[in-house]
């Protein structure tokens, strides 16, 4: 499924614009005008890191991702030799760290079907997530220069013994101080209608204002107008 979105040679494995814009728009829905191939400072989709951790490492009962360094089209990736703990590196720049526990599973039908359920909430939680939840304590963010950054997330997984996995939202929460805020985003992973596991993704937004719905409005719009043409 990865294949077409990077390439490697020996242990480096680097991500092109194009393909890191492909992953974002073919696979994530995910329209950041950050991951566009022209993007003044682009950067590779933080899910499509996690992906590549999955295909390389399997699923863990339990794993956590943490966000260093912003990938880009420049970055050499290094994939260490499996552990506990790992940091995936660029030029000896830590850009991604990795701790898991617990069994693991190399099950290519259960590791796909995660990746895409959790790529494709991941992608959309902007403005369908995002915008909603800060409105309810009557904040948004800059439309001008939205700033949401992809700090870190986890996984917990009850159970491996299983082929597929779909998601669905969970409880999310928002607390800002200042122009500052963060976003828990929750969910659950479902296996033929049961639990079987659950995450979290923690998101960092600056530049906070007070909430206005004429211009959320334009600012939905805009990313509608903007996610149809790209996709037309």
């Given at each position: 499924?990865?294949?077409?979105?990077?390439?490697?040679?020996?242990?480096?494995?680097?991500?092109?614009?194009?393909?890191?814009?492909?992953?974002?728009?073919?696979?994530?829905?995910?329209?950041?005008?950050?991951?566009?191939?022209?993007?003044?400072?682009?950067?590779?989709?933080?899910?499509?890191?996690?992906?590549?951790?999955?295909?390389?490492?399997?699923?863990?009962?339990?794993?956590?991702?943490?966000?260093?360094?912003?990938?880009?089209?420049?970055?050499?990736?290094?994939?260490?030799?499996?552990?506990?703990?790992?940091?995936?590196?660029?030029?000896?720049?830590v850009m991604?760290?990795?701790?898991?526990?617990?069994?693991?599973?190399?099950?290519?039908?259960?590791?796909?079907?995660?990746?895409?359920?959790?790529?494709?909430?991941?992608?959309?939680?902007?403005?369908?997530?995002?915008?909603?939840?800060?409105?309810?304590?009557?904040?948004?963010?800059?439309?001008?220069?939205?700033?949401?950054?992809?700090?870190?997330?986890?996984?917990?997984?009850?159970?491996?013994?299983?082929?597929?996995?779909t998601l669905?939202?969970?409880?999310?929460?928002?607390?800002?101080?200042?122009?500052?805020?963060?976003?828990?985003?929750?969910?659950?992973?479902?296996?033929?209608?049961?639990?079987?596991?659950?995450?979290?993704?923690?998101?960092?937004?600056?530049g906070i204002?007070?909430?206005?719905?004429?211009?959320?409005?334009?600012?939905?719009?805009?990313?509608?107008?903007?996610?149809?043409?790209?996709?037309?």
């Amino acid at each position: 499924m990865l294949e077409p979105y990077y390439q490697q040679q020996e242990n480096i494995i680097t991500i092109t614009r194009e393909q890191g814009s492909a992953f974002a728009k073919q696979v994530a829905d995910d329209f950041n005008p950050l991951h566009d191939v022209d993007a003044k400072k682009f950067c590779v989709p933080g899910d499509l890191l996690f992906s590549l951790v999955l295909d390389h490492y399997g699923l863990s009962e339990n794993m956590e991702f943490s966000f260093v360094g912003m990938v880009d089209e420049t970055s050499e990736l290094v994939f260490p030799a499996e552990a506990e703990q790992f940091e995936v590196t660029s030029k000896e720049k830590v850009m991604l760290s990795v701790s898991r526990s617990g069994s693991n599973s190399k099950c290519s039908t259960l590791i796909d079907s995660l990746t895409r359920n959790y790529v494709e909430f991941s992608g959309t939680t902007f403005p369908h997530i995002i915008i909603p939840i800060m409105g309810e304590q009557q904040v948004m963010i800059n439309p001008a220069r939205p700033m949401v950054i992809y700090e870190s997330m986890a996984i917990h997984m009850d159970n491996l013994d299983v082929k597929e996995v779909t998601l669905e939202a969970g409880q999310h929460e928002f607390s800002y101080d200042g122009k500052r805020g963060k976003i828990n985003l929750r969910f659950n992973l479902l296996s033929e209608g049961q639990k079987v596991g659950y995450g979290e993704k923690h998101m960092l937004v600056s530049g906070i204002r007070e909430y206005c719905q004429e211009t959320v409005d334009d600012l939905i719009d805009y990313y509608n107008n903007r996610k149809s043409t790209l996709k037309a």
